[in-house]
């Protein structure tokens, strides 16, 4: 990017879904590479950035067990799903030139390090994307709480929550609803008890009870990211 330095450390979480670049399944490489871009400028920027990415453009455990498969082997299937995203976003960081490393809740030594959290904030120290798949390792856990305890115990400053297709949080569907309110700011509180579409509870309530702040945006606009990591005033910012 153009002007100037940014610092702080980030958890991006990125949607699965956007991934996919609108066919909903699989990845879209064209995609990637954009988004590989944009974090690839705010680290030469000097903000360090670690990256949660969704697995909805997969498997979602919720979905397949509705058809009639094991919820916890959904889940896992839906953890490995992660996993190919994070090494489509490590291909194309390391075309940006941006040295990064997948950190997985599962191990699986031939593609990725463990996850290992003092490693993890040393790489981010050393300029390196961190990006942790496989979620929290567990079953019935979602991506969006993976990212809120990682951004937790790496000490990140803020959840950059990276949507598709929507620009932050609104008080219905927007895509339903033409009369839809979006809110600037928004406590914790409230998104729990509005049931407002930024994260599920578990996710929420880990921010709340610790005040990580979580900013909601769209993913896919030109030039988000670095706004985001810059505190522009984009999106919905979730706080106290
Ligand atoms: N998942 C899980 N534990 C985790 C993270 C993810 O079981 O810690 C599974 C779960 O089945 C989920 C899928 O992985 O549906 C994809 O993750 P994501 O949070 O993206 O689901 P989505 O939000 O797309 O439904």
Known sequence: SDDGKVSGRFLLKLSGEAFSGGGGLG??????????????AVVRDGAEIAVVIGGGNFFRGAELQQRGMDRARSD???MLGT????????????????????????????????????????????GRVVIF?????????????????????????????????VDGVYDSDPKKNPDAV????????????????????????LCRDNKLP???????????????????KIGTLVGD
């Open 27 to 40: 990845v879209d490489p064209d995609v990637v590479h954009k988004i590989a871009r944009e974090i690839a």
């Open 76 to 78: 896992y299937m839906g």
């Open 83 to 126: 996993v190919m995203n994070c090494l489509a976003l490590q291909d194309f960081l390391e075309k940006e030139g941006i040295d990064s490393r997948v950190q997985t809740a599962i191990t699986m030594g031939q593609v990725a390090e463990p996850y290992i959290p003092l490693r993890a904030v040393r790489h981010l120290e050393k």
């Open 133 to 165: 798949g496989a979620g929290m390792g567990m079953p019935y856990f979602s991506t969006d709480t993976t990212a809120a305890q990682r951004a937790l115990e790496i000490d990140a400053e803020a959840l950059l929550m990276g949507k598709n297709g």
């Open 182 to 205: 979006k809110f600037d700011s928004l406590g914790y509180g409230e998104v729990i008890t509005r049931d407002l579409k930024v994260a599920d509870a578990t996710a929420i309530t």
């Open 214 to 232: 979580i900013l909601v945006f769209e993913l896919l606009t030109e030039g988000n990211i670095a706004r985001a990591v810059k505190g522009e």
